[in-house]
């Protein structure tokens, strides 16, 4: 059995997350992810259905994740995959996930538990990040989808409630804490607050 770090490194290689020009991350979330949860994430070849299916299935109606800055965040993340990063591939794979028979009574299952335990254990550290709240947009997403109350009007409010704090809300505070020439991060920026404001509606 291969350790955590290396698995998540190698899978991360694999599914071609490995851009030599990427920026270092100006917020670092440090928190240890538990091997259960990174196992969670599956093999290589599920790890690219999910990645091709998110981006054909959910992107083309909810663009709030750049499929560039993502696999620029995953290449910088190769050898210390931070939390919210694999909160986010979680959250992923989690809303394009189908149901089967037997979950077709409820759909709190394991993957949603480990994503809604992992968004609670970053949010207590009281770091935030653009990666995380598009995690938040995910669960949020798969709650309204499955008639989860009253947890999906809580995470509408904690997502709005972020993204103020991350001035997401405001073009000139979007821009303030990104270096020159971050054309793209604004974007994703401003796509996110958008997402916010569509699953408030």
């Not at 994430?41 to 992107?59: P, Q, S, T």
């Not at 965040?73 to 990063?85: G, I, M, N, Q, V």
Request: aromatic share 6%.
């Amino acid at each position: 059995m291969y350790p955590v770090k290396e698995r998540v490194t190698a899978l991360l290689e694999l599914l071609g997350f490995a851009d030599p020009f990427a920026r270092p991350s100006n917020l670092e979330i440090n928190l240890i992810v538990l091997p259960d949860t990174i196992r969670l994430l599956g093999d290589i070849d599920r790890l690219r259905v999910i990645k091709n299916e998110y981006f054909e299935e959910i992107h083309p109606w909810m663009p709030v994740i750049s499929k560039s800055l993502l696999s620029q965040t995953l290449s910088k993340s190769r050898t210390e995959p931070r939390a919210d990063l694999v909160l986010l591939l979680l959250c992923m794979k989690l809303i394009v996930a189908k149901p089967t028979s037997s979950q077709m009574g409820g759909m709190r299952s394991p993957l949603y538990s480990a994503c809604k335990t992992l968004n609670r254990n970053i949010a207590a550290l009281g770091r935030y990040s653009t990666n995380f709240l598009q995690a938040g947009l995910l669960i949020t997403l798969y709650e309204l989808g499955h008639a989860i109350y009253p947890e999906a009007e809580g995470s509408v409010t904690r997502n709005a409630e972020l993204g103020l704090k991350l001035g997401l809300n405001n073009a000139s505070n979007r821009t303030m804490n990104l270096p020159p020439g971050s054309w793209a991060e604004d974007e994703e920026r401003g796509r996110t607050w958008w997402g916010i404001v569509m699953l408030d509606r």
